[in-house]
Nanobody, 118 residues
Framework: QVQLVESGGGLVQPGGSLRLSCVAS????????MRWYRQAPGKERELVAH???????NYADSRKSRFTISRDNAKNTVYLQMNSLNAEDTAVYYC????????????WGQGTQVTVSS
């Protein structure tokens, strides 16, 4: 059974930091690209960050300097370190996995809420 289980969300003050984790099971984690998406109320889901199986990363431009995506293939886990958070970062954050090979399976986690508020 494939699972992506996110954790680490919560309430944080503006300027604070959070580290999200996503633990994968049921597939060969090291063979999948991993991403973090987020969806704010009333808005479309948007890409936050991407990491390939070899560790190369890409970010949405506005978050490049504040967010860091990483992975630990030995632990089947992908992380998102978020610094200098502001109210616009409030959203549900989702973990996503995408296979490199046919049939290009893709999986979503259930999401974790991040709320930035004083």
């Amino acid at each position: 059974q494939v699972q992506l289980v996110e954790s680490g969300g919560g309430l944080v003050q503006p300027g604070g930091s959070l580290r999200l984790s996503c633990v994968a099971s049921g597939f060969t984690f090291s063979s999948y690209a991993m991403r973090w998406y987020r969806q704010a109320p009333g808005k479309e889901r948007e890409l936050v960050a991407h990491i390939s199986s070899n560790g190369s990363t890409n970010y949405a431009d506005s978050r490049k300097s504040r967010f860091t995506i990483s992975r630990d293939n030995a632990k089947n886990t992908v992380y998102l370190q978020m610094n200098s958070l502001n109210a616009e970062d409030t959203a549900v954050y989702y973990c996503y996995a995408r296979a490199y090979n046919y049939p290009w399976n893709e999986y979503w986690g259930q999401g974790t809420q991040v709320t930035v508020s004083s």
